[in-house]
């Protein structure tokens, strides 16, 4: 009687769990290229109504999931295999995308009792690479060996993965790597993925969050590109600069408001400026208070929970454009840092226009020459010729505006014609002109008109027009945060960072106060 007790007990459980517990059901997907027909590399989103992600799997598939408080992400990179997971059954979005070029599809699937099998026809809008402009992305924590997967699942052309990574002040990024591991003497200086897809193999990362192992957050900027393992520690910064540029690397600021960015630009004569940030994410923008604030006069948009995603960037904008005022040429780049983050690689990226064949150094050509726009999504295409601004703006969505930028300023706004591209995008014409008596640096960026209303843009790199004797003059606000930002700096590391780094900091305020005594 125990033993036929215990069996109904166990069937009766078994049946209530069964209840409880819908059986979960196959959703198979294939993912192809409309104007081919065969199978592409891409990423594949599932979220249930509840807004929990779903990570599919897949031959040679790369899942990825990441939370930073309450934001988070969660997918699979796909080559050209099929994806494949169990769900319960219920009402699911599905999203495939690939990098910025295709039109993302987005579909409803319901999951009942039977498999459920879709084919996603993915669609490209604009072909870069036929017009000779190629996408890289300079802030990347995802193993190497994963690289190749997610180039091509996202199309982007250029990836810079940090081989070296150092949290600690004074100590050399080979002795404490936070990146498990560099590349080793000899080894090639980047990755032929294919023909248009290749990755840096060679680049560190100087984050500094701790000094005489105490919790003292300095900030970080990345060496892309050096020929040898860095041994030196920072600060001084000098030092490390001087090394980098020995070997061709380019210098790139990270975050404008780390506690010393503002010294490093003009110290490092740093070269790149991330204008697309690591906190710009494809899912909830989270970093509301990151950071020395934004002065006063920039007038950066708030909310009840502190900077809005909008402030943020526009923070970002109004930083850079101060530095270009006062003289620094920095050019604009885009890093994620996809590993670390809750976004996937490439979300924002800068497109280079390469002369002649796609490679490698000539990619990093075109990127330290400033043949440049970054993009979370539009596309901008400028010329800029004896006061005239001409070009095209085109996107997967309509613009909202399009903007003309002088020394800093919006001068003109365009309305965007929104015209049908031909292939299921639009495109919208660009002309206005700027006064040439003077020096002055002009730089074009336009925004989407989303649904959802989150902030999707493109900025060009800025084109300089110089007259002798008559140079760009900052305003004095401007250079007042700077020199306030850096002298702030020296009071708090003075008794905790060593006479030559704290030189470096008053080195940085002088070249501010220069800026403060330019005739006006």
């Given at each position: 009687m125990m033993r036929i007790s215990l069996l109904a007990a166990t069937l009766l459980l078994t049946s209530l769990t069964s209840l409880a517990s819908p059986r979960a059901v196959a959703l198979k997907g294939t993912v192809v290229d409309v104007e081919t027909g065969k199978p592409i590399p891409c990423r594949v989103t599932i979220r249930g109504a509840d807004g929990k992600f779903h990570v599919a799997k897949s031959e040679g598939?790369?899942?990825?999931?990441?939370?930073?408080?309450?934001?988070?992400?969660?997918?699979?990179?796909?080559?050209?295999?099929?994806?494949?997971?169990?769900?319960?059954?219920?009402?699911?979005?599905?999203?495939?995308?690939?990098?910025?070029?295709?039109?993302?599809?987005?579909?409803?699937?319901?999951?009942?009792?039977?498999?459920?099998?879709?084919?996603?026809?993915?669609?490209r809008w604009i072909d870069l690479a036929a017009r000779g402009w190629y996408s890289g992305e300079t802030h990347v924590h995802r193993p190497l060996g994963d690289l190749a997967n997610l180039q091509q699942a996202e199309d982007l052309n250029v990836a810079f993965p940090f081989t070296w990574w150092v949290l600690e002040a004074f100590t050399s990024p080979q002795a404490s790597n936070q990146a498990g591991g560099g590349?080793?003497?000899?080894?090639?200086?980047?990755v032929e993925v294919d023909a248009t897809h290749v990755y840096s193999t060679r680049s560190t990362e100087y984050e500094l969050f701790?000094?005489?192992?105490?919790?003292?957050?300095?900030?970080?900027?990345?060496i892309l590109d050096h020929k040898t393992a860095f041994e030196e520690g920072a600060p001084p910064v000098r030092p490390?600069?001087?090394?980098?540029?020995?070997?061709?690397?380019?210098?790139?600021?990270?975050?404008?408001?780390?506690?010393?960015?503002?010294?490093?630009?003009?110290?490092?004569?740093?070269?790149?400026?991330?204008?697309?940030?690591?906190?710009?994410?494809?899912?909830?923008?989270?970093?509301?208070?990151?950071?020395?604030?934004?002065?006063?006069?920039?007038?950066?948009?708030?909310?009840?929970?502190?900077?809005?995603?909008?402030?943020?960037?526009?923070?970002?904008?109004?930083?850079?454009y101060a530095l270009l005022n006062c003289g620094l040429r920095l050019r604009p780049t885009a890093g994620c840092a996809s590993g670390v983050h809750p976004v996937p690689v490439g979300f924002g990226r800068v497109y280079a226009k390469v002369d002649g064949a796609f490679g490698f150094d000539a990619w990093m050509k075109a990127l330290n020459a400033g043949r440049t726009f970054v993009t979370t999504g539009p596309m901008l295409f400028v010329d800029?010729?004896?006061?005239?601004?001409?070009?095209?703006?085109?996107?997967?969505?309509?613009?909202?505006?399009?903007?003309?930028?002088?020394?800093?300023?919006?001068?003109?706004?365009?309305?965007?014609?929104?015209?049908?591209?031909?292939?299921?995008g639009f495109a919208s014409a660009i002309r206005g002109t700027f006064a040439i008596?003077?020096?002055?640096?002009?730089?074009?960026?336009?925004?989407?008109?989303?649904p959802d209303q989150r902030p999707r843009w493109a900025h060009t790199a800025p084109v300089f027009h110089d007259v002798p004797g008559k140079p760009v003059r900052p305003p004095k606000a401007e250079v007042e945060f700077l020199l306030k930002r850096v002298e702030?700096?020296?009071?708090?590391?003075?008794?905790?960072?060593?006479?030559?780094?704290?030189?470096?900091?008053?080195?940085?305020?002088?070249?501010?106060?220069?800026?403060?005594?330019?005739?006006?």
């Open positions: 598939g790369v899942p990825y999931t990441k939370e930073r408080g309450t934001s988070a992400e969660g997918h699979v990179t796909l080559t050209t295999h099929p994806f494949e997971i169990e769900l319960a059954p219920g009402a699911y979005t599905v999203t495939v995308q690939r990098g910025k070029e295709y039109l993302p599809d987005t579909r409803r699937v319901e999951i009942a009792d039977k498999p459920v099998e879709i084919e996603v026809r993915l669609r590349t080793a003497a000899g080894e090639k200086r980047f701790r000094v005489n192992k105490k919790s003292h957050t300095l900030g970080a900027f990345f490390v600069a001087k090394r980098a540029h020995a070997e061709g690397a380019l210098l790139e600021l990270d975050k404008h408001n780390w506690p010393w960015s503002m010294m490093i630009a003009p110290v490092m004569e740093v070269d790149l400026f991330e204008l697309a940030n690591n906190h710009m994410w494809e899912t909830d923008f989270a970093f509301r208070d990151f950071g020395s604030p934004a002065p006063e006069f920039m007038k950066i948009e708030k909310d009840a929970k502190g900077m809005t995603e909008a402030g943020w960037i526009d923070f970002g904008f109004r930083n850079y800029v010729k004896g006061g005239v601004i001409e070009g095209t703006a085109e996107s997967a969505v309509p613009l909202s505006r399009i903007e003309i930028v002088v020394d800093g300023e919006v001068t003109a706004t365009v309305k965007p014609e929104n015209k049908d591209n031909g292939r299921g008596d003077a020096s002055h640096w002009v730089a074009v960026r336009c925004w989407e008109d989303r702030d700096e020296l009071a708090r590391n003075t008794g905790v960072l060593p006479g030559p780094a704290l030189d470096e900091y008053r080195d940085a305020a002088t070249f501010y106060r220069s800026k403060l005594e330019l005739d006006r």
